[in-house]
Each structure stands twice: as structure tokens, then as C-alpha cells.
């Protein structure tokens, strides 16, 4: 095959080429970020939750009476539901598994420029762990004299934490965490580490992170007009769907509150990653279609290629090409100009991957899932032309003659 006449030819169609070259490029681009956006979130999907999330109730309330008193109503609360049938225990709590808010950042030392890493806060009472149905890694679990039971006017700070056994890792490495201090903000008291958990799911933004384990539980229940604690309820197996609503008819026994949510973790985890799976499948749907659009584009374009080449073309079958070499030119000068696409389409995606990673601190795409994109839009662009290549291989020697 010679090269030296493809080149000629795509230089005295530099506009064409370009377009081709362009096409192929967004494409890659788009299929790649779409591709690996779905498969990540499919990961995720298959990650252990380390909780027993069908048979854990979330219930969101909110007093609107700011003449209620909360100590009472929470102390009430949790007698109420400890009271049905078919609950096992309940805590108080701020964040919720799979909806953990805004990561804070720990320190282990309190000097300005100390490294700050990523976690999420779970506040809840004595029965926190026994509720999430968690196991002691290393050390011990609370005990009621270290809960902070307060309004957030007069809350004192605690003084120990327990953490998971991913965020030991990350601060700790194999070295134990137990009787070692932290600092839970820049210029706070330090805390203690008594205890080492099994890991459960924070939420999306430490999620889509790589950090989906990284959670600290503190020993308090705090409450404040505007921001109540929500509640986790552990009940018996099967039955959270039926306690639904002697759960709720419990809470309403206080007056001036409203509910506004109540639901099994379950359906808290599904919609952590509605989402992300929404985007990833809307991505590839609008990928597949510009992949439709420049293959057709593609197939458009050699064929207006060939409509101006057709006396070129006859003087190559006169001088004794064969079928095959014609169409084996138009594969061959597809091809340079679909890899010419795929690698600056490789570099604009890997340009947004590092754009992400600056970001966030983790980049969700993989240099082999970009591989294999590029395989598949190089196969599309050669479906492509095969046609209007096979058409070209069939212009008659002949024309020369007719054209002259």
C-alpha cells in the first residue's frame, strides 16, 4: 500500500479530513466518560453496604412549635418506639447511611498546616452501633457515661470517637488506632480513639470519592430547634414496611412536629446511586447516537469522497488495480484519519480525567475503558466505509475513456 498518494489526497481535502478527524475525536471522548461513568456506578452497586439495610428504618421529623421541648420529646421518642412490637432498638442520629451530607475533615495533629482527611460524623446514642448492627473490630463500643445529651447552645465537645476500620487505615495505616488522638476540627480539643468498627456506607460524596467507608461515630445526641435529630430504628427481619406506620403514629403523639420522611435504608442506598446510574445511562445513550452520527457522517462523506474521485479511481482499475486495493485504499485513509481522532480524542479525555482528579482527589475513568472505546469507534468508522469502498471498486476502467 502506498501511503504517499492517500496523503496527497487528504491535503487537497483538508476540510473533509478535519471534520472526520473532529467527529471521531467527540465521539471517543463522550463514549469513554459515559462508559466509565456506568461501569464505576455499577461497581458501586455491587460494593457491601456493611449494613443490614432492609431491616433499618430512617424517620425524618421536624418540630415546627418552637415552644417544644426537645430533650423530653427525644427521651419520649425513643420509649414510644422501643414500645412496638417488632423494634429492636433506635437512636437518635444527624446523618443518615447512604445520605451523609458535606464530608468534614480530621487531623492528627493541630498545627495549621496539618493534612486533613476526608469523613462524615455519625452522632448517635449507647445503642448506635447495635442499631447499624456493627462489628468491634478492635477496642470498645461507648458507654452511657461518655454520651453528650444536650441542646447545641450547651453541648460540651466529646471526648472519644470510635472509627471505621477503612478510616484506620487511612489515618493510621497498619499501625492501631486505639488510645491515639484526633482532632475533629483545626483548633479543637483532641479526642480519643477507643474503638474500631466494621465498615458502613457514608454517602455520595465520599463515595464517588473511593472513600464510601470513611466514617467517624461520636457519642452525642445533640438537638436544636431547625435541625432535630432524625431516627434509626433496627427491626425485626421483614417486618419494616408494616411498622411504618405504628412508627409514625408513635411520633405524632407529640404534638407540633411533622414527618416528612420514613423510609428502609434500602430505598435510601437506591437513591444514592439513581443518580449517578441516571447520568451514566442517559451519557450513553447520547454516545451511542454520536457514534450512529459519525458513522453515517463517515459513510457520507467517503461517499461525496468518491462522487470527486471517480475519474481517480478509473485510472487506478485501468493501470491494473484490483477491487480489493481500491477498497483497501478508502479502509487504509479512513483508518489514518479515525486514529488521527482517537488520539487527540484520547488526550481530551485524559485531560478531563485529570481535571476530575484535581477536583475531586479521584478519577473515575480507566486509560483501558478509553482502549476499547477507541477499538469500537475505529470497527464503526471501517462499517462505515465499507459500503461506499465496495461501490468504488466497482467504477469501471471505462470511465476514463467516457470522461476524456
Given at each position: 500500500m502506498e501511503f504517499r498518494p492517500i496523503l496527497l489526497?487528504?491535503?487537497?481535502?483538508?476540510?473533509?479530513?478535519?471534520?472526520?478527524?473532529v467527529q471521531v475525536m467527540l465521539t471517543v471522548t463522550v463514549l469513554s466518560i459515559a462508559t466509565s461513568i456506568t461501569v464505576e456506578t455499577l461497581k458501586a452497586w455491587n460494593m457491601p453496604?456493611?449494613?443490614?439495610?432492609?431491616?433499618?428504618?430512617?424517620?425524618?421529623?421536624?418540630?415546627?412549635?418552637?415552644?417544644?421541648?426537645l430533650a423530653n420529646a427525644i427521651v419520649n421518642d425513643v420509649n414510644r418506639i422501643k414500645q412496638i412490637p417488632g423494634v429492636i432498638e433506635v437512636t437518635p442520629n444527624q446523618e443518615i447511611p447512604f445520605d451523609a451530607g458535606r464530608p468534614s475533615k480530621v487531623y492528627l495533629s493541630s498545627e495549621q498546616d496539618a493534612e486533613g482527611f476526608d469523613t462524615n460524623f455519625f452522632d448517635m446514642n449507647v445503642d448506635g452501633h447495635k442499631v447499624l448492627g456493627l462489628t468491634l473490630i478492635a477496642g470498645r463500643f461507648f458507654n452511657q457515661t461518655e454520651v453528650i445529651q444536650s441542646s447545641a447552645e450547651q453541648a460540651t465537645?466529646?471526648?472519644?470517637?470510635?472509627?471505621?476500620?477503612?478510616?484506620?487505615?487511612?489515618?493510621?495505616k497498619d499501625h492501631s488506632p486505639l488510645g491515639k488522638t484526633l482532632y475533629l476540627a483545626k483548633e479543637s480539643q483532641p479526642v480519643q480513639i477507643i474503638g474500631v468498627y466494621s465498615n458502613f456506607m457514608n454517602g455520595?460524596?465520599?463515595?464517588?470519592?473511593?472513600?464510601?467507608?470513611?466514617t467517624i461515630m461520636r457519642p452525642q445526641v445533640i438537638w436544636q430547634h431547625g435541625n432535630n435529630p432524625n431516627y434509626l430504628i433496627k427491626v425485626e427481619q421483614g417486618s419494616a414496611a408494616s411498622l411504618f406506620e405504628p412508627i409514625t403514629q408513635a411520633l405524632y403523639q407529640t404534638p407540633g412536629r411533622y414527618i416528612y420522611g420514613i423510609e428502609k435504608l434500602t430505598r435510601t442506598q437506591k437513591r444514592m446511586y439513581d443518580g449517578r446510574?441516571?447520568?451514566?445511562?442517559?451519557?450513553?445513550?447520547?454516545?451511542?447516537?454520536l457514534v450512529l452520527i459519525a458513522g453515517f457522517g463517515v459513510a457520507g462523506l467517503v461517499s461525496f469522497l468518491i462522487t470527486q474521485r471517480q475519474k481517480q479511481i478509473g485510472?487506478?482499475?485501468?493501470?491494473?488495480?484490483?477491487?480489493?486495493?481500491?477498497?483497501?485504499?478508502?479502509?487504509?485513509?479512513?483508518?489514518?484519519?479515525?486514529?488521527?481522532?482517537?488520539?487527540?480524542?484520547?488526550?481530551?479525555?485524559?485531560?478531563?480525567?485529570?481535571?476530575?482528579?484535581?477536583?475531586?482527589?479521584?478519577?473515575?475513568?480507566?486509560?483501558?475503558?478509553?482502549?476499547?472505546?477507541?477499538?469500537?469507534?475505529?470497527?464503526?468508522n471501517i462499517a462505515a466505509v465499507w459500503l461506499p469502498a465496495r461501490r468504488a471498486a466497482k467504477v469501471s476502467p471505462a470511465i476514463v475513456t467516457r470522461s476524456a
Open positions: 489526497s487528504l491535503k487537497q481535502n483538508k476540510f473533509l479530513s478535519l471534520l472526520i478527524s453496604s456493611g449494613l443490614d439495610h432492609e431491616n433499618i428504618v430512617s424517620v425524618r421529623t421536624q418540630f415546627f412549635d418552637p415552644e417544644v421541648n465537645p466529646v471526648s472519644v470517637v470510635m472509627i471505621s476500620q477503612d478510616m484506620a487505615k487511612e489515618l493510621f455520595e460524596r465520599l463515595n464517588g470519592r473511593g472513600k464510601s467507608y470513611h446510574g441516571s447520568q451514566g445511562a442517559i451519557l450513553l445513550v447520547v454516545s451511542l447516537v485510472i487506478r482499475r485501468a493501470l491494473g488495480a484490483t477491487k480489493w486495493s481500491v477498497i483497501r485504499y478508502f479502509i487504509v485513509e479512513n483508518s489514518m484519519l479515525t486514529i488521527f481522532g482517537l488520539l487527540m480524542g484520547t488526550l481530551l479525555t485524559m485531560l478531563f480525567s485529570y481535571l476530575m482528579t484535581q477536583g475531586s482527589g479521584q478519577s473515575f475513568l480507566s486509560f483501558s475503558q478509553v482502549l476499547y472505546c477507541s477499538v469500537f469507534i475505529w470497527l464503526i
